[in-house]
């Protein structure tokens, strides 16, 4: 009877002892994944709500792990490459770099890719500095797209080794010495033809070449056999000016027939504007040329003379081809092209004041005698000069209430010619002043301030953090002691 309830005991005592394991195994448990997920949330959580220090020249900045690692693959972003700049004496980072800049670099880690140049900072400075924090390729072309720089396109060059050679000569003056005594070649032959063309109107030279002209194109007042002859005696082939310009045409035309046949791209060759200006250019030379060879044979199929003088006013525009070797006239070109609605704002606002101040002194001077505002469409010349404050004095009022039309046009004038003017100033000063400050002749080097140098962070950039000497990538003062005192307890021993 007594021995039942001992075995009784001793059973309970056995599952009490089994059920007390267990609960420690469990708890042991809780404890390895509790200190797990304590770990987990350390490196999710709690280091990246930690706060840098960053000493920019004199001047604190601090900020979270969070916002920099927004942006790993940058200066700051990357912990490796941020150490070579870390001061483990003051537990801080130092850099000794543009303080104005800092401000707006930090900026685009806070707000998440945001990238904004200061005013007051020079636009090489600002690049120079965006460089030197890695923030990255996307970033860079979105800052150049919003600071108006020109897409960078890739330039395609032809695949035979001969026609790269010929296409860089032509094309591209700054890539050797040769491609510069070419463009030089090309800018005097250009400055010639200009120069011809503008002395052929002198009195003294063109007698001959209208009297010429007058008696080839008057074919129903004389005869067939007298026009030849005329044409003959004065022929234009034997003309200095025409002499000139043939050479100046075969340097032109042979330039342009270069750069097509090795131009790796030919349908991208004709939307070239460049390339549209040089070939108008020349076809003014190739259509009076032509005109001249077939009177040369008796034809009776001649341009009328007012045809010949407008295609050769074409001549003029020669002087555009100025621009593919001057950096000002693309300067002036990118100037309109970024004014084009402030210019259509001037045009049509003296378009207005046109028609309101024609219609006002029409009226006005109406009942005068001796008018020469016989009409408003008279009047719009009168209305355009005196607006644009010029006043040729070839038509002017005379009544009391014309004269007061006239001083309101003239301070309208003014005022409507103000007003756009400033923004297109503010366009090419922009311009000018983005070509000339990201072209330095001379080269500066920027002071090393890394505590780290390249080559040894280059040897431990594949290796442990335990293995760098020590020396952990800490968040702040307390954070550094934790991290390495397991380092410091083992050199301790050793």
Not at 21 to 44: H, M, P, W
Not at 107 to 120: E, I, K, M, T, V
Not at 242 to 248: K, M, N, P, Y
């Amino acid at each position: 009877m007594t021995e039942e309830p001992e075995k009784n005991k001793n059973n309970k005592d056995m599952k009490n002892q089994h059920e007390s394991e267990k609960t420690a195994v469990k708890d042991r448990g809780r404890r390895i994944r509790g200190s797990q997920q304590s770990a987990s949330l350390y490196r999710e959580g709690w280091a990246l709500s930690e706060r840098l220090v960053f000493n920019v020249s004199g001047m604190r900045y601090e900020t979270q792990t969070r916002t920099l690692a927004r942006f790993p693959h940058s200066l700051l972003g990357d912990p490796h490459k941020r150490l070579r700049y870390f001061d483990p004496l003051k537990n801080e980072y130092f850099l000794d770099r543009n303080r104005a800049c800092f401000d707006y670099i930090l900026y685009f880690y806070q707000s998440g890719g945001r990238l904004r140049r200061p005013a007051h900072i020079p636009l090489d400075v600002f690049m120079e500095e965006l460089v030197f924090f890695e923030l990255g390729d996307e970033a860079m072309s979105r800052f150049k797209e919003e600071e108006g720089f020109p897409k960078e396109e890739p330039r395609p060059l032809p695949a035979h080794p001969l026609q790269r050679r010929l296409w860089m000569l032509f094309e591209h003056p700054e890539s050797s010495g040769g491609a510069r005594i070419i463009a030089i070649i090309s800018v005097m032959v250009i400055m010639v033809s200009i120069l011809i063309f503008c002395l052929e109107t002198l009195p003294d030279f063109r007698g001959e070449k209208e009297l010429r002209e007058e008696l080839a194109y008057r074919s129903h007042s004389t005869s067939e056999n007298s026009t030849v002859l005329s044409s003959h005696s004065l022929s234009p082939f034997q003309d200095p000016f025409f002499v000139v310009e043939t050479i100046c045409i075969c340097w032109f035309s042979f330039e342009l027939l270069m750069r097509f046949s090795c131009s790796p791209n030919k349908l991208q060759f004709f939307k070239d504007v460049m390339n549209v200006i040089d070939f108008m250019a020349i076809l003014p030379y190739f259509v009076t040329l032509g005109s001249e060879l077939a009177k040369s044979k008796g034809s009776t199929h001649a341009m009328s003379l007012a045809i010949v003088r407008v295609i050769r006013l074409v001549r003029v525009f020669r002087i555009f081809k100025l621009s593919r070797h001057s950096k000002g006239l693309q300067i002036l070109g990118q100037t309109f092209q970024a004014s084009m609605r402030e210019l259509g704002l001037l045009i049509f606002f003296l378009f207005i004041g046109v028609i309101l101040f024609s219609s006002a002194i029409y009226f006005a001077e109406t009942d005068h005698a001796d008018t020469s505002f016989i009409s408003i469409p008279h009047a719009f010349w009168w209305a355009v000069v005196t607006m644009t404050t010029v006043g040729y004095g070839d038509m002017y009022p005379e009544t009391m209430s014309g004269k007061l039309v006239g001083s309101m046009c003239a301070i309208a004038g003014v005022l409507t010619i103000s007003l756009p003017v400033p923004v297109i100033v503010s366009n090419f000063s922009y311009f000018y002043h983005r070509e000339t400050e990201c072209v330095d002749s001379t080269e500066y080097t920027h002071v090393k301030t890394a505590l780290w140098s390249e080559e040894e962070d280059e040897e431990e950039e594949g290796a442990d953090e335990e293995g760098r000497d020590g020396v952990c990538p800490p968040l702040n003062r307390a954070l550094l002691e934790a991290l390495c005192v397991g380092h410091k307890a083992r050199v301790t021993q050793v």
